[in-house]
């Protein structure tokens, strides 16, 4: 299979290296130039709870032009909608475009660019990743990806991509219900994004703290009630026992809103801890725990300069 990763950050690096190690033909795309020639020179090294690899794949800051049969769009929820555009020319009639995001928010964006009828929408859990240098990606963890489709996507096609997936090592498996599956993983989102982003913290040092796993659990809490009342079909009995399970498979890891403050870019704690107000207010409810929590993220991505 031929696979562009639109997004070649530490997710999309774990995602273009164990895919192209197990023979599919990955093409790269990033904006960021040393990276992008860093692989090109050195080969993509993907290391930690997979193992320890060198992958060959081609990178490049722009889109080439030349088709591709599955497209996955790794970058951060706020860009989604904007790259799923400038990679339209490495669409064909038969690609399958696969948008993996924390958050509610960016497919509907990626929908609008692409269309519904090729799309499909996945999470990533516990992996935990980062970029310690330029061609060189780490991953705490491996738990699993699951999708979706967000339309009319058939189910062959969806499972065709999945199977690639698991080919690759991945513990991936397709779900009937989109939102159920964004609600679960963004209750544990919404558990450490914020939290971290705010302190400093690891995942399990705040599942550990005294006080902050306090706000943790409540903004966890807040994010479970929402989506019970919006009729979301849920597979989480205790949000509390849902997102310390999450966080003990990760301990160690900095979830992507603390890395994007650490690294002086804007996060995307609004389409993760922000979505919950924005969501609980389509059924006459309130957020004021994740209001607080992202209003408190903004302030700091204000003092840092974003």
Known sequence: MKIAIIGCGAMGSVYAGLLAACGHDVVAIDRWLEHVDAINQKGLRVEGASGDRIARIRAYTDPPDESVDLMIIAVKAAQAGAAARHARRMLSGNTVVLTIQNGLGSAQDVAAAIGEERLAVGIAAAF????????????????????????????????????????????????????????????????????????????????????????????????????????????????????????????????????????????EVEFINGAIPREALKCGMRAPVNEVLTALVRQREGLDGH
């Open 128 to 267: 935990g990743a980062s970029l310690p240098q330029a061609g060189h990606a780490h991953h705490n963890g491996m738990a699993a990806v699951r999708m979706g489709a967000y339309g009319s996507l058939a189910a062959d096609r969806l499972e065709t991509v999945a199977a690639a997936w698991r080919d690759a090592g991945f513990n991936a498996e397709t779900v009937p219900n989109v939102a159920a599956m964004q609600w679960e993983k963004l209750i544990c989102n919404v558990a450490y994004s914020a939290p971290c982003a705010i302190t400093g913290l690891t995942v399990g040092q705040v599942m550990d703290d005294p006080d902050m796993s306090k706000v943790s659990q409540a903004a966890a809490i807040e994010a479970w009630e929402v989506a019970r009342a919006l009729g979301v079909p849920i597979d989480v009995q205790d949000p509390v026992a849902h997102v310390r399970a999450f966080a003990a498979r990760i301990p160690d890891a900095k979830p992507s809103v603390l890395l994007d403050l650490e690294r002086g870019r804007k996060s």
